[in-house]
């Protein structure tokens, strides 16, 4: 069964008066999608956001469109330029809901003055593309595979499925999802909680927050801090210029920062530890009653409370040995800075 639905939009609501989408504000549109079984979607627009979020319910779609700069452009002028200049094309074929903004004169002759937003509801196990060059990518309760490109925010809560995005600009946050997430970002912070799998996080101007991870995680910054918390699996992080800050790691350890100091609190034992600071300090805070294997190097090592069981040396600039029988191999390089260790 074949369903092609083409609508074009011939009206614009009062009140709206910013680019970015009011959900709160009623839909322009409001369709439910008959007939085949959706098991793929396919959203483009040029200024827009798109959210798509699994349901039960009927499949359905919601159309916003917000006037970007309604103070300089009179609401009849605006409902004129949908009227003559736009279109909203949904078609469903072959189990694919294709969706889509355009301007009937070409991409080139976008009247900026519009945005033109869509919230899709279908089934859970849908597979997604989407495209917005100017808004936000919204995915919600959904177990297919993703992928999209973007230019603004990116939310994703509760994935079940391998995901590979990217936006030029905005925040990434990231929830409950797996098992393979890849996304980058040009200009943006990254926060990610309670995630499974592996996942890949990168951002050229931004800082990374992640907790309540477990798999293999990747994540780099050119210039942000990273703070991880209860990180469980394999952990490899570096910023070009930041801090990074650590809590209750349980997971292998590579970190490195080229311009920033680390603190890192393991005070729940990593199963292998590589710490690398270029240009800054290190402070380093180790489980107490624990058994390590130490190999640390830096302009100035600060260890007063080394335990009785050290055996090892220590010479203010390298400090090789092991406390409690060793164990956990830690390994710590500070180039041009101070290395103050304590134990906890």
């Known amino acids: 069964m074949r369903a092609i639905i083409t609508i074009c939009l011939l009206m614009l609501c009062c009140g709206m008066a910013s680019a970015q989408v009011n959900w709160a504000n009623e839909p322009i549109i ?31 779609i919601e159309v916003y469109v917000d006037a970007i700069n309604e103070a ?16 909203i094309d949904m078609m469903v074929k072959d189990h694919q809901l294709m969706v889509s903004a355009s301007c009937k004169y070409g991409d080139s002759n976008w009247k900026k003055a519009l945005s033109i937003s869509f919230k899709i509801f279908v089934p859970r196990s849908v597979m997604c593309n989407l495209n917005s060059k100017v808004g936000s990518i919204n995915l919600v309760n959904l ?11 990116v939310n994703l809560e509760t994935i079940n499925g391998n995901v590979k995005g990217r936006t030029d600009g905005g925040l990434v946050n990231i929830s409950n999802s797996g098992p393979d997430i890849d996304i ?5 912070d990254v926060v990610a909680e ?23 995680i990747d994540a780099t910054t050119t210039a942000g801090n990273i703070q991880g918390d209860q990180i469980n699996g394999k952990f490899t992080i570096t910023t070009n210029r930041g801090d990074i800050i650590l809590k209750r790691m349980s997971c292998d350890l590579i970190a490195t920062s080229t311009k920033g100091n680390v603190n890192a609190e393991l005070t729940i034992p990593c199963k292998a530890i ?49 406390v409690y029988g060793g164990g956990i191999p830690i390994e710590v390089q500070v180039n041009e800075g101070e290395l103050k260790l304590k134990f906890i």
């Open 30 to 60: 409001v369709k439910e999608i008959k007939g085949q079984t959706i098991r793929s979607v396919t959203v483009k627009t040029l200024s827009g956001n798109i959210s798509v979020i699994g349901t039960s319910n009927k499949p359905s």
């Open 184 to 188: 980058t970002t040009i200009g943006g």
């Open 72 to 87: 300089t452009m009179p609401i009849e002028q605006v409902r004129q330029m949908v009227k003559q200049d736009y279109a």
């Open 274 to 322: 590589k710490i690398n600071v270029a240009h800054g300090d290190a402070n380093i805070q180790l489980a107490a009653k624990k058994g390590f294997d130490m190999n640390m190097n830096a302009k100035k090592i600060t260890a007063t409370d080394l335990p009785r069981t050290f055996k090892g040396n220590n010479d203010g600039l390298k400090l090789i040995g092991a």
């Open 143 to 153: 177990t297919g595979d993703q992928n999209f490109t973007t230019n603004g925010a």
């Open 194 to 216: 309670g995630c499974y799998g592996n996942t890949r996080l990168n951002t050229g101007k931004g800082d990374i927050n992640l907790s309540r991870l477990k798999g293999i």
